[in-house]
């Protein structure tokens, strides 16, 4: 499975991007998708999954300031974030395998090359 992450770029505190991941895969639809990010001198860490079903869930640092929606017909997934701040700086990776376990989401993804997001005046 093939996953390219674009849209990431340098921008200021306060600033929006949109992520866009286009994954080649066929069941796409049926499966919980999501980003993660991976900051400097971190673990990667979800930011944000949506299931098949079209429930989602943020990470708490992000709520209320990043919205997750798929395409399913175009194999899909988006990551927009609004009021950008520097500690969202990172790597951003696209998953498209996801399933949860009790509370806790996982990835079976082969991850891509992620796009990088910076936040700084």
């Known amino acids: 499975v093939q996953v390219v992450e674009t849209g990431g770029g340098l921008v200021q505190p306060g600033g929006s991007l949109r992520l866009s991941c286009t994954a080649s895969r066929n069941d796409f639809r049926k499966n919980a998708v999501g980003w993660y990010r991976q900051s400097p001198g971190k673990q990667r860490e979800l930011v944000a999954v949506?299931?098949?079903?079209?429930?989602?869930e943020y990470a708490g640092v992000v709520k209320g300031r990043f919205t997750i929606y798929r395409d399913n017909p175009n194999n899909q997934v988006y990551l927009q974030m609004n009021s950008l701040r520097p500690e969202d700086t990172g790597v951003y990776y696209c998953?498209?395998?996801?399933?949860?376990?009790?509370?806790?989401?996982?990835?079976?993804?082969?991850w891509g090359q992620g796009t990088q997001v910076t936040v700084s005046s």
């Open positions: 949506v299931s098949s079903g079209g429930i989602i």
């Open positions: 998953a498209t395998d996801m399933y949860r376990a009790g509370e806790t989401w996982y990835s079976d993804d082969d």
